[in-house]
């Protein structure tokens, strides 16, 4: 099994920064083949959105309402993937949950609340 640990987040004003971090643990052979690793989000009310994601070989992935102010990033040999948001805007409000992908499953955190104050 997999667990993901997820930190950071919390209530900012607008305009402002955070880093949210996530680190895989568990099973050695099943987190060595880690291949998706990112950051989804859920506002109240709304689907849940892709944020960003990396591959293990270091292709990204973002949504287009964050590119140029959130950036996400992954360190292979220690299993983990971190989103610095910079210029936060009320809109970014929301539930943000880690994600990795391995082999043909799927594996979530247990999210973390991000508010952004106007």
């Known amino acids: 099994q997999v667990q993901l640990v997820e930190s950071g987040g919390g209530l900012v004003q607008a305009g402002g920064s955070l880093r949210l971090s996530c680190a895989a643990a568990?099973?050695?052979?099943?987190?060595?083949?880690?291949?998706?690793m990112g950051w989804y989000r859920q506002g109240q009310g709304k689907q849940r959105e892709l944020v960003a994601a990396?591959?293990?070989?270091?292709?990204?992935d973002s949504a287009d309402s964050v590119k140029g102010r959130f950036t996400v990033s992954r360190d292979n040999a220690k299993k983990t993937v971190n989103l610095e948001m910079n210029h936060l805007n009320p809109e970014a409000t929301a539930v943000y949950s880690c994600?990795?992908?391995?082999?043909?499953?799927?594996?979530w955190g247990q999210g973390t609340q991000v508010t952004v104050s106007s």
């Open positions: 990396i591959t293990s070989g270091g292709r990204r």
């Open positions: 994600h990795v992908h391995i082999r043909w499953n799927d594996y």
């Open positions: 568990g099973s050695i052979f099943i987190i060595n083949g880690i291949n998706v």
